[in-house]
Each structure stands twice: as structure tokens, then as C-alpha cells.
Nanobody
Framework: QVQLVESGGGLVQAGGSLRLSCAAS????????MGWFRQAPGKERKFVAS????????YYADSMKGRFTISRDNAKDTVYLQMNSLKPEDTALYYC??????????WGQGTQVTVSS
């Protein structure tokens, strides 16, 4: 059974930092892309960043470049999202997904990030 379990969310003041983790289990993800998405209340889920499990190549949404960093630890089957200089508009439920670009097959349950002004 495939599981993606996110953690690391919480309440932080604007300008602060958080590091999200996504622990993957249940299958081999070496050929997959791991992605972070977020969904604010009343809005659709949006792409944040992704990383190739095999070669580490990463991609970011334009608004995240320079503030967010995605990384992976193959030994721990864990993907991270380091978020710096957080803004109130970053408040959302952050999800981890696994699959191929444009077709994520597996999803975690999400972790809430709230940024206060």
C-alpha cells in the first residue's frame, strides 16, 4: 500500500520559515517525480515545486522561486520543502504527490501551513 505522509506544517509569523517533509512508502518511487502542491480555502490546488526522484532535477512555480527549496533524501524516501520568507498568502493546505508530471497518482493527506501577518 502506497503512503505519502506529510508533516512539518504549523503556524508561523510572516517572514518566518518552515520545512515540510513527505515520507513515502509502499513501492519504489525511483522513476517518479515528487511534487508539492497547495490549496487555499475556496481555491483550486496549485503546483508549488517538484523534484525527480532519480536525478534530483527540480522545478518551481514562478512565485516560489528564491523562497522555496525542494530536496530529497533517497535513503529515507523523504522529500522536503524548505519555505523561507513566508507570506500570509502562503497560507494553505500543502500536499505531497507522486507520479509523472501532469499525472500525479498518489497523494498525501496534507499538512496545514498558516502564516500570520
Amino acid at each position: 500500500q502506497v503512503q505519502l505522509v506529510e508533516s512539518g506544517g504549523g503556524l508561523v509569523q510572516a517572514g518566518g520559515s518552515l520545512r515540510l517533509s513527505c515520507a513515502a512508502s509502499g513501492r519504489t518511487f525511483s522513476n517518479y517525480v515528487m511534487g508539492w502542491f497547495r490549496q487555499a480555502p475556496g481555491k483550486e490546488r496549485k503546483f508549488v515545486a517538484s523534484i525527480s526522484w532519480s536525478d534530483g532535477r527540480s522545478y518551481y512555480a514562478d512565485s516560489m522561486k528564491g523562497r522555496f527549496t525542494i530536496s530529497r533524501d533517497n535513503a529515507k524516501d523523504t522529500v522536503y520543502l524548505q519555505m523561507n520568507s513566508l507570506k500570509p498568502e502562503d497560507t494553505a493546505l500543502y500536499y505531497c504527490g507522486a507520479g509523472v508530471p501532469g499525472a500525479y497518482r498518489y497523494w498525501g493527506q496534507g499538512t496545514q501551513v498558516t502564516v500570520s501577518s
